[in-house]
T-cell receptor, first 112, second 114 residues
């Protein structure tokens, strides 16, 4: 069981570039989420999904898109990267009974 | 509105000493409460959780936490800290809705000195 995997581990982008952060899970959880972690701010929810084909916005969705075509995968797209998107990004799945989240190892993104 | 406050940005304790990390929350109903630990360069790992029942909950790695409704607190404790406990600790409060209403505190970084 790999749990939750994320690729890449590190990425450097220039302002305006686009990219996709990959997230995959093998726990067969319906619920998946993307968070960003910034110093002193804890984790903030970007987007989430309650199952294949269903996504919704979290607390800080602007500048990000998601899709969920399969239970296993939940990619996060940066449409036009900005320095304010420099952060560490975590993907998580949730076992809803009882509401326990499992996090991937994170992607550290720097936007120059 | 829901909120989670971890008053201490960082704490330093000596190896072998006891530890208490503070967490206060604001929530309208009975909360689901969590403590997660994050080692450097890693994702978050669940230490323990409280949903109902006994207000003293045991977790992994020798940690425990006590839910005090009257104080809106869920403090994390460990009787004897090991150097490997050095990490960042996050308190979180959820609504039992699949994690999407979970609010995380800003974290407390624990330093352990020899």
């Amino acid at each position: 069981n790999a749990g939750v995997t994320q690729t890449p581990k590190f990425q450097v982008l220039k302002t305006g570039q686009s990219m996709t952060l990959q997230c995959a899970q093998d726990m067969n959880h319906e619920y998946m989420s993307w968070y960003r972690q910034d110093p002193g701010m804890g984790l903030r929810l970007i987007h989430y999904s309650v199952g294949a084909g269903i996504t919704d916005q979290g607390e800080v969705p602007n500048g990000y898109n998601v899709s969920r075509s399969t239970t296993e995968d939940f990619p996060l797209r940066l449409l036009s990267a900005a320095p304010s998107q420099t952060s560490v990004y975590f993907c998580a799945t949730t076992d809803p009974t009882p509401d326990t989240q499992y996090f991937g190892p994170g992607t550290r993104l720097t936007v120059l | 509105a829901q909120s989670v406050t971890q008053p201490d940005i960082h704490i330093t304790v000596s190896e072998g000493a006891s530890l208490e990390l503070r967490c206060n929350y604001s929530y309208g109903a009975t909360p689901y409460l969590f403590w997660y630990v994050q080692s450097p360069g890693q994702g978050l790992q669940l230490l323990l959780k409280y949903f109902s029942g006994d207000t003293l909950v045991q977790g992994i790695k020798g940690f425990e936490a006590e839910f005090k409704r009257s104080q809106s607190s869920f403090n994390l404790r460990k009787p004897s800290v090991h150097w490997s406990d050095a990490a960042e600790y996050f308190c979180a409060v959820g609504a039992g809705t699949g994690g999407f209403k979970t609010i995380f505190g800003a974290g407390t970084r624990l330093f352990v000195k020899a």
